[in-house]
């Protein structure tokens, strides 16, 4: 069982194995195992604003992502946790739907979508399109979160005299801080990383790192892929770890 | 209502709207007073609370606290304390400050709500911990910050709903001993909810016996065990024999106890009996080794001696029933299973419970 969970590990790190040492390779094309060792790929990508706009553009884009879906999210988390209305299940099955329809599909749909209301190649058609893939993610966490969130603690501090918004500010909202910070986290990197719509729907001043890293790869096969993609890994990888730590500091 | 400090009358509240979670509840509670509701779980002893604190609306009926009108004031309009069963402290507030958010809350001034809290700390015994998180501190402790919380904004009322539940026997005796110092330190008119009999019988100045969202009884801890209104109350506080007794001679105290035949009882009590039928209660300890002036004997046939050092439970059948008593400790040295022991009870320490 143990050599079976290592073997899985190595399997689904195989990929990093590879691209990581590739980026600090000296070799002047794609080559494994690099031949030797340099830092030319990374001075190339922080060299060329065809990589760093791009990186801007995703950093942006990620940004708005996460802050906009927060901004749907919440009410609706609080909504069906809390309440029970007519067609709640019905709401809730539209929520996850992002998460059942394929990429290609909700691709194809927002491109006609967006070419329709003039948004196509812009940053809010963008944003809009990741943040409907980012709502059932950070929905998802943040419903946890809700569930578990103990309400005496609000009806304590409502016998405490705290007024109703006062228990939600000072209560609700630090208790929930970790739910609320990882679901924006998991919306931020749904669109950092996010491929298949970007293609579709980002244009030449609006496109995304990831886009450019396939039309790179099409094209030539820079290697400065490689770095992009160690960095993609860190950004992420630094994320997750900010979170696993608040979550062990926070008990 | 002469001096009712909380006054409660016909409270009824559903939650479904078929079944009553409380049947007409009324009770009041002088100033200062220590009352407890005791019943077992789902008899709306909870229910009564969050209506008094404002969490919960009644479908009728009316709470007064100190003359006003609660109807219609949100919970923290109320001014009343609450300690919750899970204590429901901030866990993202050291102890001091969830003892400070009441006060500060009130707008009182940083520092001054500060020096205030602290000293509720130092008066539940915690001096030491303001600055600890709720996850640092034991169930106990987080207990004491919990009431220090609920009292340093001399609230009108103090309501507690099982705060000892989750605490060890050793630290839920300490916890009421220390809940009774500072209620009377404070003179707070407190409720205290509890399904624990002994806890209501050792912090009680009244209890209100709970059962099915109506009130059974409600009177002191000595009343209560000793003149239950009902077989349910004689059952849930205290142990006891009940058996049926049907009055023979009112005049002269004379009832015919199931098992037991012919035997005294007081004839004030015999008199008062509807229709001369009703149940007698023999608390245990009732049952004394027979003397020879003792009106009522019996012999019981003994099965079971349960030892407890100061004293010792027989448990054994006369008469076809089984009946339990509680004689000394020394008395029951040599009381074994199979042994027949005389025992008698005297008229006044029964008592007679209406069918
Ligand atoms: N929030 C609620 N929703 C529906 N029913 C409830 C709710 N709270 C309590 N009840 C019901 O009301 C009755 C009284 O409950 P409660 O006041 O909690 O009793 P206790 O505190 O004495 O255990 C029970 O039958 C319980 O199931
Ligand atoms: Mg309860």
Redesign the pocket.
Known sequence: MIALGWLVAMFVAAPLLVVIPISFSDAVSLEFPPPSWGLRYYQAYFADPRWTQPTINSLIIATAVAALTMVLVTPAAFALVRHRFGGKGAVNLLLMLPMVVPHIVIAIGYYAFLSDIGLLQSFPGVILAHTALSVPVAFLVLTASLKGFDRTLERAALSLGAAPWQAFLHVTVPVLWPGFAAAALFAFVQSFDETVVAIFVSGATTETLPRRMFDSIRMQADPVIAVVSTLLFGVVALLALAAMLRRRAGG | MDGAYLEIRDLVKS??GK?R?LDRVSLSARRGEFVTFL??????????L?VIAGFEAPDAGLVRVAGQSMAGVPPHKRGIGVVFQNYALFPHRTALQNVMFPLLMRKVPRAQAARKAAEMLDLVGLADFGNRHPRQLSGGQQQRVALARALVFDPTLLLL?EPLGALDKNLREQMQLEIKRIQRALHVTTVF?T?DQSEAMALSDRIVV?EG?RIQQDATPLEIYNRPRTEFVARFVGDSNLLRARITDPGAGIAEVEGLGPSRVLPQQAQVLPNGQGTLLLRPEALAPAEADAPNRLVLAVEEVVHFGDSALLIGRAGGVTLRARIGGRAAQGIGAGAQVPLGWRPDAAHLIGA
């Open positions: 939650y479904d079944t979670a019943g077992p779980s789902g008899s709306g002893k909870t229910t009564t969050m709903d909810v399904h709970f969202g």
